[in-house]
C-alpha cells in the first residue's frame, strides 16, 4: 500500500504541475490571442471573465458528479480537456472557435481543479501529515515553466499553435498515463478498484446535504481574499511597477516571476511549518506576510523597494489557498469533496473580483491606494484563522501520526 500511496502522490503532484504550465500558456499569452482573432478591447473583458465563470459551473458540477464518480475519474478526463481546449485556442482564427475553445477550458478547468483538491486532501488525511503545499509548489513550478515557454514563444515570434503543441503532445500522454495512478479516499487496494469504493464514497456525499455553509463561509472568505491578492498581483504588477513606480518596460515583467518563485519556494518548505507550528500559525504568518507586501508596494519609493514587496507577497499568500483546501477537508471529514467543491468556486469569485477592484480603485483614486484594499482582505484572514485549527480527533497539529501513512482511513472517514 505504500508504494500505492507514493506513486498516487507523484502522479497527483505531476496533475498539479501540468495544469500550471497549461494555465500560465493561457493568461500570459492574452495579447497574442487578442491579436490572432482580433478581439475588441471592449470584448476581451467578457472572454477573459468567461472561463472563472465558466470554472465555476464546472466545480458546482463536480460536486453533483462526485456522487456517484471518482474524484479520480473526473480528474482523469478533465486535464486532457483543457490541454486539447489550450490548443484549441492556437488554432482556430473566427470569435466563435474562441469562445468554444475558451468554453470548454473553463468547464473543463473547473471540474480538473476541483478533483485535484480533492484527491490532495484525500491523501494528506490517508498520509497523515501536511501535504497539500507541495502539490501546490509543484503548480507554481508548473506556472514558472510555462511563463517561460510563453516568454520564449513571443520573443521567437511564434505562432500560438506552434507555442502549445510541443507542450500538449508532451503533457497529454504523460499526465493520461500518470492518471492510473490517482488514489482516491478509501482505496485500501490501489487505485481503480471496486466500484463499491464509489458507491460509498457517493454515499457520503448524498449524506452532506447538512453541510452547513456557515461553517464553510469562514474559508470561503479566506479563498476569496487570497485570489483577490493573487490576481491583483498578476494583472497589475508590471503596469504598477512601470505607470507608478517609473521602472523601465523589461523591467517591469520581473515582479510576477518574482512572485511566482516566491510561491515555489514558500510552498516547498511551507508543509514542514505546517507540521512544526501547525496551520493556524502558518496562515497566519502567511497573511501577515503577505499584509506587509502589499504595504511595501503602496509605499514604494522606487521600483527595487516594490520589487521587494512583490516578494513578500509570494511568501505570504502562496500558504493561505493549500492550507484552505486542507481546512475544508479536516472541518467536514465526511463530505469533504462536497465542501472543495463548493470551496474552489471562491477561486473564481476572487479572480473575478480582484482585477476590476483594484483597476477600478486606480482609475478613481490612485492605485497606490487600491493596494492597500488587498491589504486589508488579507489581514482579515486573521480574524478566521482559527478555522484552520484541526479538531482533537481529527489529524494535524499535535496529533499527527508518526508513520508514512494510515491505510485505515479514506477521504471519507469510510
Known amino acids: 500500500m505504500t508504494d500505492v500511496l507514493r506513486r498516487g502522490r507523484a502522479s497527483l503532484a505531476f496533475s498539479f504541475f501540468a495544469q500550471g504550465a497549461t494555465f500560465a500558456l493561457l493568461v500570459t499569452r492574452i495579447p497574442a490571442i487578442q491579436d490572432?482573432?482580433?478581439?475588441?478591447?471592449?470584448?476581451?473583458?467578457?472572454?477573459?471573465a468567461a472561463v472563472p465563470i465558466l470554472a465555476g459551473v464546472g466545480s458546482v458540477t463536480t460536486e453533483q458528479l462526485v456522487k456517484r464518480i471518482r474524484p479520480s475519474r473526473l480528474l482523469r478526463w478533465s486535464q486532457p480537456v483543457v490541454l486539447l481546449a489550450l490548443l484549441g485556442v492556437g488554432s482556430g482564427d473566427r470569435l466563435v472557435e474562441l469562445a468554444v475553445a475558451l468554453g470548454a477550458f473553463g468547464l473543463a478547468v473547473g471540474?480538473?481543479?476541483?478533483?485535484?483538491?480533492?484527491?490532495?486532501?484525500?491523501?494528506?488525511?490517508?498520509?497523515?501529515?501536511?501535504?497539500?503545499?507541495?502539490?501546490?509548489a509543484t503548480y507554481s513550478l508548473g506556472g514558472i515553466l510555462g511563463a517561460s515557454l510563453a516568454w520564449a514563444g513571443a520573443h521567437w515570434h511564434l505562432s500560438l499553435f506552434v507555442s502549445y503543441l510541443p507542450v500538449v503532445?508532451?503533457?497529454?500522454?504523460?499526465?493520461?498515463?500518470?492518471?492510473?495512478?490517482?488514489?482516491?479516499?478509501?482505496?485500501?487496494?490501489?487505485?481503480?478498484?471496486?466500484?463499491?469504493?464509489?458507491?460509498?464514497a457517493g454515499k457520503a456525499q448524498g449524506e452532506s446535504g447538512a453541510l452547513v455553509f456557515r461553517l464553510l463561509l469562514p474559508l470561503c472568505l479566506v479563498m476569496t481574499?487570497?485570489?483577490?491578492?493573487?490576481?491583483?498581483?498578476?494583472?497589475?504588477?508590471?503596469?504598477?511597477?512601470?505607470?507608478?513606480?517609473?521602472?523601465?518596460?523589461?523591467?517591469?515583467?520581473?515582479?510576477?516571476?518574482?512572485?511566482?518563485?516566491?510561491?515555489?519556494v514558500g510552498r516547498a518548505v511551507g508543509d514542514f511549518g505546517v507540521r512544526r507550528f501547525g496551520a493556524v500559525a502558518v496562515v497566519r504568518l502567511g497573511a501577515v506576510v503577505a499584509a506587509l507586501g502589499f504595504a511595501v508596494v503602496a509605499g514604494a519609493p522606487g521600483a527595487w523597494v516594490g520589487m521587494l514587496g512583490f516578494t513578500l507577497l509570494g511568501l505570504g499568500l502562496c500558504v493561505l489557498v493549500p492550507q484552505t483546501f486542507a481546512a475544508a477537508g479536516r472541518l467536514f471529514p465526511g463530505a469533504s469533496d462536497t465542501a472543495i467543491a463548493r470551496l474552489n468556486i471562491f477561486n473564481y469569485v476572487g479572480f473575478l473580483i480582484g482585477s476590476p477592484l483594484v483597476g477600478a480603485l486606480g482609475d478613481a483614486w490612485n492605485y497606490r491606494g487600491a493596494m492597500l484594499v488587498p491589504m486589508v482582505l488579507v489581514l482579515a484572514t486573521l480574524g478566521y484563522a482559527r478555522s484552520f485549527a484541526p479538531e482533537p480527533d481529527r489529524y494535524g497539529d499535535g496529533h499527527e501520526r508518526p508513520r508514512t501513512a494510515d491505510v485505515g482511513r479514506g477521504s471519507n472517514g469510510l
Open 36 to 48: 490572432r482573432y482580433g478581439v475588441s478591447d471592449g470584448l476581451l473583458p467578457a472572454f477573459l
Open 225 to 264: 481574499f487570497a485570489y483577490i491578492g493573487d490576481s491583483t498581483v498578476s494583472n497589475w504588477s508590471a503596469k504598477y511597477l512601470q505607470d507608478v513606480l517609473g521602472s523601465s518596460e523589461q523591467l517591469a515583467t520581473v515582479p510576477y516571476n518574482v512572485y511566482m518563485v516566491m510561491t515555489l
Open 111 to 136: 471540474a480538473l481543479d476541483a478533483s485535484m483538491n480533492m484527491l490532495g486532501v484525500s491523501l494528506q488525511r490517508t498520509y497523515g501529515r501536511s501535504i497539500m503545499l507541495g502539490f501546490h
Open 169 to 200: 503532445l508532451v503533457l497529454l500522454p504523460a499526465a493520461f498515463v500518470g492518471s492510473r495512478w490517482y488514489v482516491d479516499g478509501g482505496a485500501a487496494s490501489g487505485p481503480d478498484t471496486d466500484t463499491d469504493a464509489a458507491a460509498g
